[in-house]
C-alpha cells in the first residue's frame, strides 16, 4: 500500500484530510462516532479573544449542490477554549491540531494566536482572515494585500508555530494577496473559505438568512476552490492546504494534483459526519486505480499541454 | 447517534398535506420522546430534520407535513425505497420531571412527538391529558390514536369547526402537574403564558447539521446559549428566553 502521509509546514501528517474550521466543532462531537485519531489533524471551531453568539437565525440556507452559512464565529472567546474546550479535546484527539483564529483588529488577531501559542496540543496558526459573516472585521483583512501581510507580520511576531493565512475567495486577486502573506512571513496559505451567497424566501420575499448574506459551500464551490488553489500554489513557494467542496477520495486527489498538501473537508461533515474517515479509508483504492504510489508525490503534478 | 439505511414500510396521508411514513431500521440510539431524525434525500443537500412520532425495536414512525422541496420529495416515496437516517439526536422529554398528571399540548405538526410521549407516559402509570390544536376540521389527525392509547384528548380549533372552538390553551385542564409542549412559536408562547406549572417545550430552527457541529441552530436561553439540534429541542419552561 503506498504512503497517504504528506508534511505540513515541518509536521508531518499520516494523511491528508482535515475537516475543515466551522464544521468540526472541537473534535468531541465526531469522536462519539469514531476515532477522530485516524484523521491527518482538524482545525477547530474559529476562535476569537472574546465570547461571541454570533448572528441571529435563521443562519443556514440549502442551495443546489451546498448550503449558506451565516453563523457568525459563535465561540466562547480563547480563554474558555483554553480552559475548556481543548481539555475536552485533548481527551479524544492525540496528535497536533490546527488552531483557527480570527479577530476585528490586528491587535485581535495577535492577542489570541499569542494565547493559542502556548498550548502545547495547537500544531499550526490557521489565521482566518476571510469570515464574510461578521461586520467590521474577518474578511476586511483579507481582501486588501497589505491588510492581510499586517495581520500575517503581527501573528508571526507572537508566536513560533507555523502561522497559515486563511484567504477569501470574495476578492478580484487571489495570488496577489496570497503572495503578499508570504512575504510578511505565512508559512503557509488555506484557501478557499467560503463565497459570498443568498436565498430569497418566495413566500415571504425575505431573505432566508437572518444576516441577510452568508457564506456559500459545498460541492458546488469545488471547481472555483480548484482554480484558485491551482493558481495560487503556483505563485507561492510555502505550503498550500485546498479547501471548497471537497466530498471523495477522488476530490482531495484532484485539489492536490492542484498544488495542495493537505485538503480540508467542510460542509461535507455536515451532511455525512463519517465522510472523513471514509475518505480516508477510500484513499488507498483510489490511489491505486490512478497509480499513484506515494500521495506526496503528487503535490502540483497537474500538467498543461 | 447512529447513522443506518431505513427502508419504508408504509407512506400514506393523514390529512391533505400532512403523511405518515412507517420505515423499518436499527432504533437503538433513540433514546427519548421529543427526539428527532435527520433524513437523506436524493438531489437535496442537507439532511431534513423530522421528529420522531412512534418507535419499537425495529420501527420509526414519522408524520410529515409537505411544506417544501424535501417533504414533497418525501410524499412521493413508495414502500421498499431505502433511506439514511441520523437518529437519536436531540435530547428529547425528560420523563422525570412531569409529575402523575402532566398535560401534552400539541399543535398541527406539533402534534406527533407527542404521541410516544403520551405512550412512555402511560407505561409509567401517569394520567395523561392531551390537547391537539388545529387550524381547521379538516386538519385533524391522530385524535383517534391518542384516545386509544387510554389518553383524556380535547381537539380544539382555531375555526371551531370541530371541538373547543381556539387555541390549545383554551382547553388547559383545571389540574396538571406539568406540560409539554410543541408546535409552532407563537403557541409556544401562548403556552408559556397561560401555564401556572412547570414544563418542557420543543423548538424549530433552520438546522445545518442536526447533531452540534455546525452551530447553525443556537439560540440564547437563560442559562447561556443552546443549540437547538443538540442541547435542545426541548427546554425546560424556566431556561426559555424569548426574543423580541
Not at chain 1, 515541518?10 to 476515532?35: C, K, M, Q, R, W
Not at chain 1, 487571489?174 to 430569497?200: F, P, Q, W, Y
Not at chain 1, 495542495?260 to 480516508?280: K, Q, S, Y
Not at chain 2, 397561560?194 to 445545518?208: L, N
Request: with cysteine.
Amino acid at each position: 500500500m503506498g504512503s497517504l502521509s504528506v508534511n505540513l509546514c515541518g509536521i508531518e501528517l499520516s494523511n491528508p484530510v482535515i475537516p475543515a474550521s466551522g464544521t468540526f466543532g472541537y473534535g468531541y462531537e465526531y469522536a462519539e462516532l469514531y476515532d477522530i485519531n485516524e484523521l491527518g489533524t482538524f482545525s477547530f471551531k474559529g476562535t476569537t479573544k472574546d465570547a461571541r453568539f454570533g448572528n441571529p437565525t435563521p443562519r443556514i440556507a440549502e442551495c443546489t449542490a451546498g448550503m449558506i452559512n451565516a453563523v457568525g464565529l459563535q465561540n466562547p472567546g480563547v480563554e474558555k477554549v483554553i480552559s475548556e474546550e481543548l481539555p475536552k479535546l485533548k481527551q479524544c484527539f492525540h496528535k497536533p491540531v490546527m488552531a483557527n483564529v480570527s479577530g476585528f483588529s490586528v491587535a485581535d488577531y495577535a492577542y489570541t494566536c499569542e494565547r493559542l501559542d502556548r498550548e502545547e496540543q495547537v500544531g499550526w496558526l490557521e489565521v482566518n482572515v476571510s469570515c464574510p459573516n461578521v461586520h467590521g472585521g474577518g474578511m476586511s483583512f483579507g481582501t486588501q494585500p497589505e491588510a492581510a501581510a499586517e495581520v500575517t507580520r503581527a501573528v508571526k511576531a507572537v508566536t513560533k508555530k507555523p502561522v497559515i493565512i486563511k484567504l477569501s475567495p470574495n476578492v478580484t486577486d487571489i495570488v496577489s494577496i496570497a503572495k503578499a502573506c508570504e512575504d510578511a512571513g505565512a508559512d503557509g496559505i488555506s484557501l478557499i473559505n467560503t463565497l459570498l451567497g443568498m436565498r430569497i424566501n418566495l413566500r415571504t420575499r425575505k431573505p432566508i438568512i437572518a444576516n441577510t448574506m452568508g457564506g456559500f459551500s459545498g460541492p458546488a464551490i469545488f471547481p472555483v476552490a480548484l482554480r484558485m488553489v491551482y493558481q495560487v500554489a503556483k505563485a507561492v513557494k510555502v505550503p498550500v492546504i485546498g479547501m471548497g467542496g471537497v466530498s471523495s477520495a477522488e476530490d482531495v486527489i484532484e485539489m492536490m494534483l492542484a498544488g495542495a498538501t493537505a485538503v480540508e473537508v467542510g460542509a461535507a461533515n455536515l451532511v455525512n459526519p463519517f465522510i472523513c474517515r471514509d475518505i480516508i479509508r477510500d484513499l488507498p483504492e483510489t490511489m491505486a486505480k490512478y497509480r499513484i504510489e506515494n500521495l506526496s508525490e503528487i503535490i502540483g503534478g497537474v500538467t498543461n499541454g | 447517534m447512529k447513522q443506518s439505511i431505513f427502508t419504508i414500510l408504509s407512506n400514506t396521508a393523514l390529512t391533505d398535506s400532512v403523511y405518515k411514513m412507517v420505515l423499518s431500521g436499527d432504533t437503538s440510539a433513540i433514546t427519548a420522546p421529543g427526539q428527532f431524525v435527520n433524513i437523506q434525500l436524493d438531489g437535496l443537500f442537507l439532511r431534513r430534520p423530522i421528529s420522531v412520532c412512534d418507535y419499537d425495536g425495529s420501527t420509526l414512525t414519522i408524520i410529515y407535513k409537505v411544506v417544501g422541496k424535501g417533504t414533497e420529495t418525501m410524499r412521493a416515496m413508495a414502500p421498499g425505497k431505502k433511506l439514511d437516517i441520523l437518529t437519536g439526536l436531540g435530547n428529547g422529554y425528560d420523563l422525570s420531571l412531569t409529575g402523575e398528571h402532566p398535560v401534552l399540548l400539541g399543535g398541527g405538526v406539533g402534534v406527533p412527538p407527542m404521541y410516544n410521549l403520551a405512550k412512555k407516559l402511560l407505561e409509567q402509570g401517569k394520567k395523561v391529558s392531551v390537547i391537539l390544536g388545529f387550524n381547521t376540521k379538516n386538519e385533524i389527525f391522530y385524535e383517534e390514536e391518542f384516545k386509544a392509547l387510554g389518553c383524556d384528548v380535547t381537539v380544539t380549533t382555531v375555526d371551531g369547526s370541530y371541538g373547543v372552538k381556539g387555541f390549545v390553551t383554551d382547553a388547559l385542564p383545571e389540574y396538571y402537574t406539568h406540560f409539554c409542549c410543541c408546535g409552532p412559536e407563537p403557541m409556544l408562547k401562548a403556552v408559556y403564558r397561560a401555564t401556572k406549572t412547570s414544563g418542557q417545550m420543543s423548538f424549530e430552527e433552520r438546522m445545518g447539521c442536526g447533531f452540534g457541529a455546525c452551530m447553525g441552530c443556537s439560540c440564547k436561553t437563560l442559562t447561556g446559549s443552546k443549540r437547538i439540534c443538540k442541547d435542545g429541542p426541548v427546554m425546560k419552561k424556566e431556561e426559555i428566553l424569548w426574543e423580541a
